[in-house]
């Protein structure tokens, strides 16, 4: 019987195929206490399943006036390594956003489509 020698560089190769096609994991409670110049605080939530990811985050100031409108949206990991992701809040505030991994940090993108008009 013959034997089936594999070199460890076609080995380690796969392994390696096999682990740059895992999404990159974006689950995790983020924050910026110094948003709007150290005057309010955005928070973020993220929970992934394969390439799904759900969104939640809010922002307020804090002192407590103002509107503090609560979020949450769907969305996917693309072929960039980035989650967009589509939300709507409790303001009645709708759009898209895109998430990118900066080490253990994120970088939050946000674009509204569709902002609430209040009238006095």
Same mark, same amino acid.
């Given at each position: 019987?013959?034997?089936?020698?594999?070199?460890?560089?076609?080995?380690?190769?796969?392994?390696?195929?096999?682990?740059?096609?895992?999404?990159?994991? =974006?689950?995790?409670?983020?924050?910026?206490?110094? =948003?709007?110049?150290?005057?309010?605080? =955005?928070?973020?939530?993220?929970?992934?399943?394969?390439?799904?990811?759900?969104?939640? !985050?809010?922002?307020?100031?804090?002192?407590?006036?103002?509107?503090?409108?609560?979020?949450?949206?769907? %969305?996917?990991?693309?072929?960039?390594?980035?989650?967009? =992701?589509? !939300?709507?809040?409790?303001?009645?505030?709708? %759009?898209? %956003? &895109?998430?990118?991994?900066?080490?253990?940090?994120?970088?939050?993108?946000?674009?509204?489509?569709? &902002?609430?008009? !209040?009238?006095?």
């Amino acid at each position: 019987m013959k034997r089936l020698i594999i070199p460890l560089s076609c080995v380690l190769l796969v392994i390696a195929s096999a682990i740059a096609t895992q999404p990159i994991n =974006f689950t995790g409670e983020y924050s910026d206490r110094s =948003f709007l110049n150290g005057q309010a605080t =955005f928070q973020m939530s993220l929970e992934q399943s394969g390439s799904a990811v759900t969104v939640w !985050f809010s922002a307020g100031y804090d002192d407590g006036h103002g509107l503090q409108p609560i979020a949450d949206g769907n %969305g996917k990991i693309t072929s960039k390594g980035t989650v967009e =992701f589509t !939300f709507k809040d409790s303001a009645r505030n709708a %759009g898209t %956003g &895109a998430i990118a991994r900066a080490g253990e940090d994120i970088i939050v993108s946000l674009n509204a489509i569709r &902002a609430a008009v !209040f009238a006095k």
